[in-house]
């Protein structure tokens, strides 16, 4: 009898499958996937794959993306409630009312967000280009929705740029206060300390690197250091155990997980693979619009 691992990878070879995992999902999900990395990462990977099928480890959002930017492709999202929690603090109205307090300046969407709210903004950023994003704008003001953290961070990178953010947040990252830091720097004085940009501001000025999570990862790589402190979502830690086991990384505070990331097991991949069940699909008008926000992103 074939293990599940192996009856996954033979059903992506017969249909012509690829699985991407985002890198908070749970880390023996990466045996079966072709791609593992962070938001950007994997949307440029959801663009350019020859696949019919793509089976999107991570959340809603993110199958979403893929099937925008791969719309003749199968997209299927292994466990349907898998949602974000902060693309779920904005909807169109929501983001109509925001909009209306100011007038003349872009609106910036941060991927974590639903196609409805992407089709009515001008573009979209991931957490690994935020800044480069919006400075490509050349805009004295902006808004920024949802994260109003990440949108927050932006404007500290830049000089001269106003950014106007929705209160919208991630519930994980925002567990992380700025006490965590000043304790780890304490205990771990020689561990430079790794912040993802959803953290909480406070957070954030107090770290040593901030970055997406495959920076993170990169930066942990590439260092000399042997002892990492990381603030943000447990699985890059995992990964990062796995991957360097002669490097000591410390998660910053015990349960730092994003529970709807932790939905899909391989059980589900092998259900939804086999059975080609929970297919993403998008209203066609809403689609067209949305693609363009996200191929603007990937253009710069
Ligand atoms: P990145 O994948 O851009 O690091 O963002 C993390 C995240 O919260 C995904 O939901
Ligand atoms: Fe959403 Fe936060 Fe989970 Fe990322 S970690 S998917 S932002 S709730």
Redesign the pocket.
């Known amino acids: 009898m074939k293990n599940i691992i192996e009856q996954i990878n033979e059903l992506k070879k017969e249909k012509n499958a690829v699985i991407l995992a ?3 999902q749970n880390v023996e999900i990466d045996n079966v996937a072709d791609y593992v ?6 949307s440029r990977q959801a663009a350019q794959t020859d696949a019919d099928i793509i089976v999107f480890a ?2 809603y ?2 199958a979403q993306t893929a099937k925008l930017l791969s719309p003749n492709k199968k997209v299927l999202l292994p466990v349907m409630e898998s949602g ?1 929690r ?1 693309a779920d603090m904005i909807n169109l109205q929501q983001l109509r009312d925001f909009k209306s307090k100011y007038k003349n300046m872009p609106t910036v969407c941060y ?2 967000s639903t196609a409805e709210v992407k089709s009515e903004c001008d573009i979209c950023c ?3 280009n935020a800044v480069k994003i919006v400075n490509s704008l050349n805009a004295k003001e902006i808004m920024f929705v949802p994260d109003t953290y990440l949108g927050k961070y932006v404007e500290t990178q830049l000089e001269d740029v106003t950014v106007h953010t929705y209160p919208g947040f ?1 519930p ?2 925002l567990q992380i206060r700025p006490d965590d830091i000043i304790n780890a720097r304490k205990k771990y004085p020689n561990a430079p300390i790794l912040a ?1 940009p ?1 953290c909480h501001n406070e957070v954030v000025k107090l770290a040593d690197f901030v ?6 990862m990169k930066f942990a790589q590439e260092s000399n250091k042997k002892q990492f402190v990381i603030a ?2 447990k699985g890059v830690v995992d990964r990062l155990k796995r991957d360097y086991p002669d490097k000591e990384f410390i998660l910053i505070k015990e349960n730092i997980i ?1 529970p709807n ?1 932790k939905f899909n097991t391989l059980g589900d991949i092998y259900n939804t693979l086999k059975n080609e069940t929970n297919e993403i699909t998008v209203d066609k008008e809403i689609a067209k619009k949305a693609v363009i926000c996200i191929n603007r992103m990937l253009e710069v």
């Open positions: 985002h890198c908070y990395g962070d938001s950007l990462y994997l991570g959340v959002f993110m974000c902060m991927v974590n991931t957490s690994s991630c994980t990252h993802h959803e970055g997406s999570t495959t920076a993170i943000t979502e994003c990331m």
